[in-house]
């Protein structure tokens, strides 16, 4: 393995490299000033896998997500060379690492090194739920998750009156129904009221989807210090531990979060007819939302009443913490 890497000239960046080209040279504007555009054409020719983040900003078609790459350890067929390093991967089994996500082949030592600008491949996402938050988003090229923006969209149009609201639970085999809908079809599923008249379906796949992420929206990171901000007597105070533990989510969460609270705040202002508060939704999503890192029921217990706390404060609040 070189100590003089050339990541960004081969294979896989070079490729990377040409897609961002051409998704630039797309979004552009024709009425920019010739200024602009040639600063953008600079920055293309420039660009790199290690600055590659920073250019895609950009682009405004673009959702620019960090994210790490999903290393395994891999046996290959016939030569390979490390897509970091450039040099041979040698050995007959487990030369290297291989990202599940995109397909970026290394050595396991140079792995430690790469940037964290995996970029999923669709062909190797197999399904919608059950699939890291960051990783979903970034294949599809969207700002959120799609079971969330059509799910939300779904509700809102023909359930925000809907008595009991996400505490109502659907039919389980239903959910699942909906659940394979989009594993299979992605965003061409139809929930529809011809295919689904019960909006708790509906609430109940969306819920469904939050708790089947390998990754909570919010963190098993970032877990302890939300129940530790929800400890504080003072709300103002409180307030504003919330809002700086925010800060530390990851984008992609932090956006899913956001809209989803913008929601749950449009459900509380039908509170006459659906009867669902932020302290009844808070309930609801609390352990939806938060889960503990530590897989103990005693746990789980304890910090029941504080996810609640957290959410409602989220809700009640969306409009100063976002």
């Given amino acids: 393995m070189t100590t003089n890497p050339i990541y960004e000239h081969i294979g896989y960046a070079t490729l990377l490299r040409e897609k961002v080209s051409r998704r630039l040279s797309r979004s552009k504007n024709e009425s920019r000033k010739t200024s602009v555009t040639n600063e953008e054409h600079t920055a293309v020719e420039k660009i790199s896998s290690l600055v590659r983040r920073a250019a895609l900003t950009h682009n405004d078609n ?29 050995g007959l089994i487990a030369q290297g690492v291989r990202c599940s996500d995109c397909g970026l082949n290394v050595h396991k030592q140079c792995s430690k090194h790469v940037p964290n600008d995996c970029q999923p491949d669709l062909k190797r996402i197999k399904k919608v739920y059950c699939c890291d938050l960051t990783t979903l988003v970034k294949a599809h090229n969207t700002q959120r998750p799609m079971v969330v923006d059509i799910c939300i969209r779904e509700i809102e149009a023909r ?45 109940g796949a969306l819920k469904l989807y939050f708790r089947d992420l390998p990754i909570p929206v919010i963190t098993y990171d970032t877990y302890s210090k939300f129940i530790e901000a929800a400890k504080i007597a003072n709300a103002d105070e409180r307030l504003e531990a919330v809002h700086e533990v925010l800060m530390l989510l990851p984008p992609a969460h932090y956006e899913t979060l956001r809209y989803l609270m913008i929601h749950l ?29 530590e897989d103990s029921t005693l746990t ?19 409009d100063v913490l976002f």
Avoid at 68 to 89: I, L
Avoid at 186 to 200: F, L, V
Wanted: net charge negative; aromatic share 12%; hydrophobic share 35%.
């Fill in 62 to 90: 673009h959702f620019n997500y960090e994210k790490t790459h999903n290393f395994k350890v891999h046996t290959f067929r016939g030569p390979h060379w490390c897509e970091y390093c450039a040099n041979f991967m040698w």
């Fill in 159 to 203: 359930g925000l009156k809907s008595e009991g609201l996400y505490r109502v639970s659907g039919f389980t085999e239903h959910i699942e129904d909906v659940k394979m809908a989009f594993d299979r079809d992605g965003e061409k599923a139809d929930i529809s009221a011809n295919i689904y008249p019960d909006i708790n379906i509906i609430t």
């Fill in 265 to 293: 705040k449009k459900v509380t202002m039908n509170e006459k007819d659906n009867f669902m508060n932020a302290e009844n939704l808070g309930i609801v999503f609390g352990p939806t939302l938060m889960r503990s890192p």
């Fill in 300 to 318: 789980t217990l304890h910090d029941m009443r504080y996810q609640k706390l957290i959410v409602q404060i989220l809700i009640e609040n969306e």
